[in-house]
C-alpha cells in the first residue's frame, strides 16, 4: 500500500512500504530520525535514533547510545502522521529505501500547515 502526504491544497501519492523522517530539533539542534512502514493499512514505528540529547528529547530507559546516537524500538502504530512544516523552521527530509533522502518539499511543497502522512486508502482522521 503506497503512502499518501496530503496538505490542504494537494496530495502526492509515494510508492513505498518503508519510509525514514528526518528532521533537526528547532532549539537543540540534534538530528533525529524515524522508521516507519505500512502493516495492515496502519503505519508503524519501527526505529527511532536520535544524535544527541536536550530538553524534551530524553531518550527511553531502553535506548542504546552507539557512536553517539540514541537508539530504540517503540513500535508505535498510528493511523496517520500530522506533520507541521513551517517556514521558521527546517523542512522535514523524507527518505526512501533505495532513493536516500531528500527535503519533504520536494515531494510535496508544504503549504505552511499541516502534512498528513497516511497509507493510501486508509481513511484520513481529518476528512482530507
Do not use: N
Not at 5 to 21: K, N, P, Y
Not at 33 to 52: H, T, Y
Not at 94 to 101: L, N, Q, S
Request: charged share 25%; aromatic share 6%.
Amino acid at each position: 500500500m503506497p503512502i499518501c502526504l496530503s496538505t490542504a491544497a494537494a496530495t502526492v501519492v509515494v510508492a513505498v512500504q518503508a519510509f525514514t523522517l528526518g528532521w533537526t530539533h528547532s532549539i537543540e539542534k540534534v538530528r533525529w530520525e524515524e522508521d516507519w512502514r505500512v502493516e495492515a493499512g496502519q503505519l508503524v514505528l519501527d526505529a527511532v535514533r536520535v544524535r544527541g540529547h536536550g530538553a524534551g528529547m530524553e531518550p527511553p530507559a531502553d535506548a542504546v547510545l552507539r557512536d553517539g546516537v540514541w537508539q530504540w524500538h517503540p513500535r508505535g502504530v498510528h493511523a496517520e502522521l500530522r506533520l507541521t512544516r513551517s517556514e521558521h523552521t527546517a523542512d522535514y527530509d523524507w527518505c526512501e529505501p533505495g532513493r536516500g533522502c531528500r527535503p519533504m518539499a520536494a515531494v510535496l511543497p508544504s503549504d505552511g500547515g499541516i502534512t498528513l502522512v497516511r497509507p493510501c486508502g486508509a481513511e484520513p482522521v481529518d476528512g482530507r
